[in-house]
């Protein structure tokens, strides 16, 4: 992935918007303030966040935080920012922030913008042929034991456009997440989609008991890629 700073403007401005009118959309209304023809186009392409405070200054809030909002996603029943972070095919980004007291009110807000949609790679070169979060050794505070874990197959490197309902299916998909004594969790809320945020197939799940420092086994079962039937493996550490 690189960064393309010829959006610096756009992001920048779509997060002035978010900022100007306390509130995020992704479609800005010519009304609003603070409008532009480029803070529209990023707000239709980006993930965008808004936090405000009634104390002290926002500038004293990271950008990461909003990075790791969009990976939790908490609340967000499509995971669609998450799944765009971890878009395989993601080849450019570009973010914006902003920081400011609009007027009319004595808080101060932070918006930012995070370019994630256009510009895709033609192919990908990775190692696993799917993508899990979380995956291998995790930071726990970039995780909510609440919330959906998800996982996506890449069913081709070299199509972003064929990864979806026509080449997955998760129709009969089980899951299992065990501790190293093979005990198994207990599973919920499973369901599976195939919108395009990001790699068009996704599978989550909550999981009860989930603890930090534990390895933890994921295996889902009876996984329709390509026309075969397969099943994956993998394991993540909440540290």
């Not at 532009?36 to 392409?45: I, K, P, R």
């Not at 199509?159 to 198994?184: E, H, K, W, Y």
């Not at 295996?219 to 994956?232: E, K, L, M, P, Y």
């Amino acid at each position: 992935m690189s960064y393309d700073s010829s959006f610096d403007a756009g992001a920048a401005e779509a997060a002035m918007y978010m900022v100007a009118n306390k509130a995020l959309t992704h479609s800005p209304s010519s009304g609003g303030l603070c409008y532009t023809a480029n803070a529209a186009s990023l707000a239709g392409s980006s993930n965008l966040h808004l936090s405000w405070t009634s104390g002290s200054t926002t500038q004293n809030i990271a950008s990461s935080d909003a990075i790791v909002g969009y990976l939790i996603d908490d609340n967000v029943s499509s995971l669609g920012h998450r799944r765009w972070v971890l878009y395989p095919f993601l080849a450019t980004t570009t973010y914006g922030r902003v920081d400011g007291q609009p007027s009319g009110t004595s808080n101060k807000y932070m918006s930012s913008v995070l370019k994630v949609i256009g510009g895709a790679a033609s192919s990908v070169s990775m190692s696993n042929d799917f993508v899990a979060y979380p995956y291998g050794n995790y930071p726990a505070s970039e995780f909510s034991t609440s919330w959906f874990l998800s996982f996506s197959v890449v069913a081709s490197k070299t199509n972003a456009n064929a990864n979806g309902s026509g080449q997955v299916s998760f129709a009969g998909a089980t899951i299992t997440v065990a501790r190293p004594d093979n005990t198994t969790l207990t599973i919920s809320e499973q369901s599976a989609d195939y919108a395009g945020y990001g790699l068009a197939n996704n599978l989550q799940w909550k999981v009860s008991g989930l603890t930090t420092g534990v390895t933890y086994t994921v295996t889902i079962s009876n996984v329709v890629v390509n026309g075969s039937t397969r099943s994956f493996s993998y394991n993540f550490t909440l540290q």
